[in-house]
């Protein structure tokens, strides 16, 4: 299974853009990175996903990069809604499973 | 659109209790996940369904646990006899179709406490 590496924590300024990385350098071909997010109390809400091409819909942009060993989850501009824990996520092969890791908590401050 | 309703929010009782937790996942979605999330082990896939049919239920930590879908709109996981250890938040999820393209949407949880 792929694995993927996120810092446990970061911090962010209101109406700045929030740049989340996440390693998963043994990620196969065919092996989709999605983000999610979990706000307290909440559960997990689906943020975005991609395999190849970046994609960005209306809550954040996903870089991906040209070898697909990283990728980045960004929010334009944050608020302090966002704050929350993210997770990388590599899709199993071959399975309908998420593997959830530690995740990292994301404090937007005013 | 209704997403994926759990019932219910919360549950307190006491060790050798029956527990039984309830989901409905989106209307059309024809996938059904359980998860279980603890401090200490995070987020964890306890079972999934397909079409109402198991289908990888190795995430189940023991007999006590079972998890049924008698139709495509409801799904019960139950604890017999439930345990302290058992206390955490159990989450239900429902995606589309197949693939490794379709996002999974959760539920808000059940917040289980073993006395």
């Known amino acids: 299974d792929a694995k993927t590496t996120q810092p446990p924590s970061m911090d962010c300024a209101e109406g700045r853009a929030a740049n989340l990385p996440c390693n998963h350098s043994?990620?196969?071909?065919?092996?989709?990175v999605y983000w999610y997010r979990q706000i307290h109390s909440q559960g997990p809400q689906y943020i975005i996903h991609g395999l190849k091409n970046n994609e960005t819909n209306e809550m954040a942009s996903l870089i991906i990069t040209e070898d697909r060993k990283s990728s980045t989850l960004i929010l334009p501009h944050a608020t302090l809604r966002d704050t929350a824990v993210y997770y990388c996520i590599v899709r199993v092969h071959n399975t309908d499973k998420l593997i959830f890791g530690t995740g990292t908590r994301l404090q937007v401050f005013p | 659109d209704a997403g994926v309703i759990q019932s219910p929010r919360h549950e307190v009782t006491e060790m050798g209790q029956e527990v039984t937790l309830r989901c409905k996942p989106i209307?059309?979605?024809?996938?059904l996940f359980w998860y279980r999330q603890t401090m200490m082990r995070g987020l964890e896939l306890l079972i999934y369904f397909n079409n109402n049919v198991p289908i990888d239920d190795s995430g189940m930590p023991e007999d006590r646990f079972s998890a049924k879908m008698p139709n495509a709109s409801f799904s019960t996981l139950k604890i017999q006899p439930s345990e302290p250890r058992d206390s955490a938040v159990y989450f239900c999820a429902s995606s589309l179709g197949t693939g490794r393209d379709q996002p999974q949407h959760f539920g808000d949880g059940t917040r289980l406490s073993i006395l």
């Open positions: 209307s059309g979605h024809d996938y």
């Open positions: 043994t990620i196969s071909g065919n092996e989709y």
